[in-house]
């Protein structure tokens, strides 16, 4: 391991990701870019996923720390990660989602190449790189992001950060958002500070049941209004208008345990 400490920090939280995690740590094992420290985060899992977290780090060479967070729920777990993180830049990782050879080193120079940015978004695909469907999906996301480029385009799981500008919008924090979205709330804070960068060669492939997540999110219309609302208005928009009516809803981010692919069981996956 290099004597300086990496420039990146990796923060992975988990609840019962035995089937999915074990891919996702492959595929941050195989980067080509060893620049970053991994924090994995148990979320009170009760199946085999935090022996098979340990299998697989023991001996991957990576610098990690696996640590618990007894509070249920993807924003205490992701918190609780953070708080490990004393690095330049910080991404979030979710345990369902495979991330290609080259993400590390692809978020470190887009970060090099754009020095105002504060934050890098991967595309998310769900065909394989190089297919028509694949070269779609990017057209449509990067397309969006011209068109719309105040606004946010990727979930959490395809985000990094400068900490620097995390840390002075104030990071994720339930007592500033406690509800689902709050990858889009902190990019409308974020941004205020700096752009954000999208590249056709960042992406990663999230977990297809991604596609499904309707009872934990907004509605049509508060998706559209999204869209049409001037970026000033951004927070009068997240907290004036949004926050109230998923209070209504009770679409907290607890809420992020009760996906659509868990509907059979009590406590679902917490990855957000």
């Avoid at 019962?16 to 074990?22: K, L, Q, R, S, V």
Wanted: charged share 20%.
């Amino acid at each position: 391991m290099p004597d300086t400490a990496p420039r990146l920090t990796i923060v992975l939280p988990y609840y019962n990701e035995e089937a999915f995690i074990g891919a996702t740590l492959q595929s941050l094992i195989a980067q080509t870019s060893r620049d970053f420290r991994l924090v994995v985060v148990n979320n009170r899992s009760s199946d085999g996923s935090p022996a098979l977290v340990e299998s697989l780090l023991a001996d991957s060479g990576l610098a990690y720390a696996h640590v618990l967070e007894e509070t249920p729920g993807f924003l205490p777990a992701l918190v609780r990660g953070i708080a490990e993180a004393d690095s330049e830049l910080l991404a979030v990782a979710n345990a369902d989602v495979i991330y290609p050879p080259h993400y590390v080193a692809t978020i470190l120079r887009l970060f090099d190449a754009n020095p105002r940015a504060t934050s890098v978004m991967a595309i998310d695909l769900y065909d394989p790189e190089g297919t028509e469907l694949a070269d779609k999906r990017k057209q449509q996301v990067l397309g969006a992001a011209r068109f719309l480029p105040k606004k946010c385009h990727a979930g959490s799981y395809a985000q990094a950060y400068r900490m620097d500008a995390y840390r002075s919008c104030g990071g994720f924090d339930p007592a500033i958002w406690p509800y689902v979205l709050e990858d889009h709330e902190i990019m409308a804070r974020l941004m205020r500070t700096g752009p954000s960068v999208y590249d056709r060669q960042h992406y990663c492939h999230p977990s297809p049941r991604r596609t499904n997540t309707a009872q934990v999110s907004w509605n049509q219309l508060e998706k559209i209004l999204y869209g049409l609302v001037p970026f000033p208005l951004l927070g009068w928009f997240f907290h004036g208008f949004l926050a109230p009516r998923f209070a209504r809803r009770k679409l907290m981010n607890a809420a992020l345990r009760q996906r659509s692919w868990d509907v059979d069981q009590t406590d679902a996956g917490a990855t957000g």
